[in-house]
């Protein structure tokens, strides 16, 4: 009987060991902080390696950066160019060619995803009857705030540009729709009715903070209730998830709530968060009419982003990868101007609230 028994075991342990979800071995623990304390930064450097590896892979060869980007072109170069004309006529097709390579290389279209086709095979370049072609637009002046207006606060000298989230599909991943409340899968269970959806946070939901200084409830007015800190822990989750860190990355584990003794990465995380809610407010919102319907979520609003729309698991975007480095694309490091063909509309430039 004992020796029945024996693989039973063995085999009950091997079961719980897969359920359980716990990565195989090495795992590599750094400590942030005194030991014993649980300030650790946990990796699995198998995993992880891939990771970048991958990332180095995706990354596709493009022309290489001119050692002179040359004057601005001249005008009657182009027609209808609002954000970039402030390029050379050589850096400009640079730039465009890059395009189709961050954000249209599945389609297989090229320039065609953003430009229309007449009947006589002529391509209008200056027409804005394609919906794509009004959205790219306004993300290239996303991606010019970002660079320019946030680099000290949170983009840092890396820089971004469109490959940092799309990679070569016409829509990044992790982006995000209103909840049509019916839906219950695992990772949406109990925040995803009404206002309570936790994506919200990244757009108009602010008021997160549950922890109260106090022991007894009647001795503070913190009216927060267990919904609201469930609700605030999967905010988190997500957020840990997003960037591929523990919860030690922005809190020390004594004191999750006291700011004096939270690493720096915390208030970068805030002024990360602050951001998200710029760029959702400033343009994604904004595009709800430039969106055709098979692009808008269930409650027929236009996609918003996330912490993890840019960062895709890594706690910096790309790994750091130095092909995602910005001052090589002067289109996306230096706030756009209207060519001297265009429209004499110029595109608003206000600089966003520094958070």
Known sequence: MRHVMRPAAFLAGGLLLFLSACELPPVDAVDLGFRGVGMQQV??????QDSMDAVAARVPQLAPTPDDFGEPAPPGTWENVQVLGH????????????????VAQETGQGCNYCHVIEDDGSVNF????????VVSRRMIEMNQSLNVNFAADHIREGGINCWTCHQGQVLPNNYWFYSDGTRRDFDRYFVNEGTRQIERYYLDQRAVRVISPEALSGN??????????????????????GLGVNCTFCHTSARFSDWEQSPPSRVHALRGVNMVRYLNDEYMVPLQDAWPEERLGPMGDGPKIQCATCHNGAWIPQYGNPATRGETWPALTQIGTVHPSAPSETPAEGTPDQP
């Open 87 to 102: 390029l050379s006529e050589a850096e400009f097709n640079r730039f465009m060619l890059a395009m189709t390579t961050w």
């Open 43 to 48: 990796d699995n450097p198998r995993t992880l």
């Open 220 to 241: 503070t007015d913190n009216t927060s209730s267990i919904q609201d800190t469930e609700h605030l822990y999967w905010i988190m989750i997500q957020m840990s998830e």
């Open 126 to 133: 200056a027409s804005d009857d394609i919906y794509t072609k």
